[in-house]
T-cell receptor, first 113, second 113 residues
């Protein structure tokens, strides 16, 4: 089973600050997804990255897939309280399985007003 | 567009009682279906997945079972709940033939007392 390690586990910042969270593995992935989960809700897909070195932007969120496709980062510019939530990265489990995702344990972000 | 419905949103059950959580998907055919459990707002543990009617794969042996009586219906059951079954249960679907993007329901908060 491939492991995805996310860091930091917890992050508490003030509104307006910038932040970066990371998703790392020793395995190579065909793609990687980022989800955001608000309290009491299911995760919602933010982005999928496929190509090594790929950078995708979603408003104030910037996602990068490592050149070797083993890691990814999420950078948030000028964080807002609405960005609060659990950020999960996920990748296809591989090993011939096209049906399952491996999830990291997430980064719990709190943005204080 | 596709939608996923999961109910109930919250459930309080006594130890030893049965359980039935239901999930339905609309707007797609032959989806892959998944049941996850999430502990304390952290990572997701895959419990069961299904790639077709009557086809269930169990990931973690435990006090739960799953069934898929119809193409877009997935049910999580238990004959006798344990205290350790408490948690946040999430249903998800992905397009047929691939599981590398999954779409989640709103979740069920189960408390076993």
């Amino acid at each position: 089973t491939q492991l995805l390690e996310q860091s930091p586990q917890f992050l508490s910042i003030q509104e307006g600050e910038n932040l970066t969270v990371y998703c790392n593995s020793s395995s190579v992935f065909s793609s990687l997804q980022w989800y955001r989960q608000e309290p009491g809700e299911g995760p919602v897909l933010l982005v999928t990255v496929v190509t090594g070195g790929e950078v995708k932007k979603l408003k104030r969120l910037t996602f990068q897939f490592g050149d070797a496709r083993k890691d990814s980062s999420l950078h948030i510019t000028a964080a807002q309280p609405g960005d609060t939530g659990l950020y999960l990265c996920a990748a296809p489990e591989g090993g011939g399985s096209n049906y399952k995702l491996t999830f990291g344990k997430g980064t719990l972000l709190t943005v204080n007003p | 567009s596709q939608t996923i419905h999961q109910w109930p949103a919250t459930l309080v059950q006594p130890v030893g009682s049965p359980l039935s959580l239901e999930c339905t998907v609309e707007g797609t055919s032959n989806p892959n279906l998944y049941w996850y459990r999430q502990a304390a707002g952290r990572g997701l543990q895959l419990l069961f997945y299904s790639v077709g009617i009557g086809q269930i794969s169990s990931e973690v042996p435990q006090n739960l079972s799953a069934s898929r009586p119809q193409d877009r219906q997935f049910i999580l059951s238990s004959k006798k709940l344990l205290l350790s079954d408490s948690g946040f249960y999430l249903c998800a679907w992905s397009p047929a033939l691939t599981g590398n993007i999954q779409y989640f329901g709103a979740g069920t908060r189960l408390s076993v007392l």
